[in-house]
């Protein structure tokens, strides 16, 4: 009998990758609090912006795949949250706007993630309540000041570009590192999407500086 995603039923393919039932746990290293889920936004806790630490791992049937699909949701995960939570505390309309595109562009990447690879993440990381997050904004919008409703704007633009080129220059790194094969087009397809993302807020941002 053909195998089933344990989470949506749906059958899987021979060389599917099925990450539904492969939990972490981490313990908030401030706080104490635990959490429960494939990945987290940043490796921070939600209520105080503390690190959370692994207490608890998973087994996977194919775990270099699992790593590379964990790894990839985990930065669009990060990416995500930063739009969401940057767009929230913003007053200038244009930034607003812009935030919003981004972070529901990343909500429908995850979304294809979570469907080829049958993550199933938890609805809470993509639709928190107004409190939850925001333990982490002290620290991700350092330096960035949002009282400002035009000078913040090219902080918040270059903050997210470095995020997208870090994560651009991992994927490709990794690429780099590996024989031929499925594991490096992989990491290869990923880095392209990266690339795209770069491009578009390097675009967006010149044309908010009148460059």
């Known amino acids: 009998m053909p195998a089933k995603c344990p989470k949506c039923h749906s059958t899987l393919e021979d060389d599917s990758i099925c990450c539904a039932d492969y939990r972490h ?3 908030c290293a401030s706080c104490g609090k635990l959490t429960t889920g ?21 087994r996977s049937p194919d775990p270099e795949k699992t790593r590379i699909v964990e790894e990839a949701v985990q930065f669009e995960l990060d990416m995500y949250s930063f739009y969401r939570l940057a767009k929230d505390r913003t007053s200038n309309e244009k930034l607003r706007e812009l935030l919003e595109d981004m972070y529901l562009k990343e909500k429908e990447h995850i979304a294809e993630l979570e469907s080829k690879y049958h993550v199933h993440l938890d609805a809470e990381l993509l639709d928190p309540s107004r409190e939850a997050g925001q333990g982490l904004t002290g620290w991700l919008f350092e330096g960035i ?9 090219l902080g918040v633009f270059d903050k997210a ?44 941002r010149a044309i908010y500086a009148g460059e």
């Open 25 to 27: 746990t981490w313990k």
């Open 145 to 153: 000041d949002f009282e400002d409703a035009e000078g913040h704007v």
């Open 161 to 204: 570009i470095e995020m997208e080129r870090r994560t651009r220059d991992r994927f490709l790194a990794r690429a780099q590192s590996l024989p031929p094969g499925p594991q490096k087009e992989l990491y290869r397809e990923l880095a392209a999407e990266e690339e795209d993302h770069v491009a578009m807020l390097e675009t967006e």
């Open 38 to 58: 494939f990945v987290v936004p940043y490796g921070r806790c939600y209520l105080c912006g503390g690190r959370l630490e692994v207490v608890e791992g998973y």
